[in-house]
């Protein structure tokens, strides 16, 4: 049996504002979607990916992988089309698996600086007998909870919600392949419309009744969404250099 990765690339990146798919964007030189996948293929633990894109935009992510490998890496990729929600994505990915996979990390090439360690530490505290496990930050800011705002743009608080137990989910998040199997299969009424799909793969676990548990997530695993994120990221990959 083996462990093997889906990597959700299909996003749009509206919120990035470039002419390409999000995954397209270079960061130092190298596309996200493509730094992502070298990250997960050099953990060591991971025997293939399965990297989901824009349906239209298929053949210009299938020529990052040339010989249907990671580049620099003997771990075999294979490009799919994802769908309209990120949950569809992943529910495209998983059925693109090979039947030995019994251990599947989805991952966000969003999150492309994730160090291979964050990945090992997944797949290991998954391998250990923690079906379901995702890495998590602490949340810094305070958090309230607010009502619907006003004709003039406020928002009224309802409630400050006390933070020493929230955390900042990130990716990738590891699951034992029979069990996320399931929880997408259950969830797959949602997967059509963004409004009612999950955020993310453990929602859906949880959605389940079973237990989902958390590692120690690391700042660089951050999911680049807007222009500052890539200028953060561009800045992270200056100190790792
Ligand atoms: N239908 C979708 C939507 C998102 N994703 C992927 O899910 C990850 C997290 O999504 P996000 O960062 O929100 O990306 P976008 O949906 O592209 O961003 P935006 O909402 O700004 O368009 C990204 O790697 C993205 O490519 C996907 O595979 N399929
Ligand atoms: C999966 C995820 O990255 C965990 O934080 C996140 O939920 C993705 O959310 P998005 O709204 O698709 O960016």
Known sequence: MSSAAVLTAAG????LGRALPK??????GQPLVLRAAVGL????CIGAVVVTVPAAERDAFAALFPGGTVPGTDVPARVVA???TR???VAAGL????????????HDAARCLTPPALVRAVEAAV???HRAVVPAVPVTDTVKRVGDAGPDGAAPVVATVPRLDLRAVQTPQGFDRALLDAAHAAGAHRAGDEAAAVSDDAGLVEALGERVWVVPGDERALKITTPRDLALAELLLAEDH
Do not use: F, H, M, N
């Not at 995954?23 to 130092?28: F, I, K």
């Not at 293929?41 to 060591?44: D, E, M, S, V, Y």
């Open 87 to 89: 949950q569809a994505s």
């Open 95 to 106: 059925a693109a698996l090979g039947d030995d996979v019994d251990v599947v990390l989805v």
């Open 82 to 84: 994802g769908g309209p």
């Open 127 to 129: 391998r250990a007998g």
């Open 12 to 15: 749009s990146g509206t919120r």
């Open 41 to 44: 293929a050099r953990a060591g």
């Open 23 to 28: 995954a397209l964007v270079e960061l130092g």
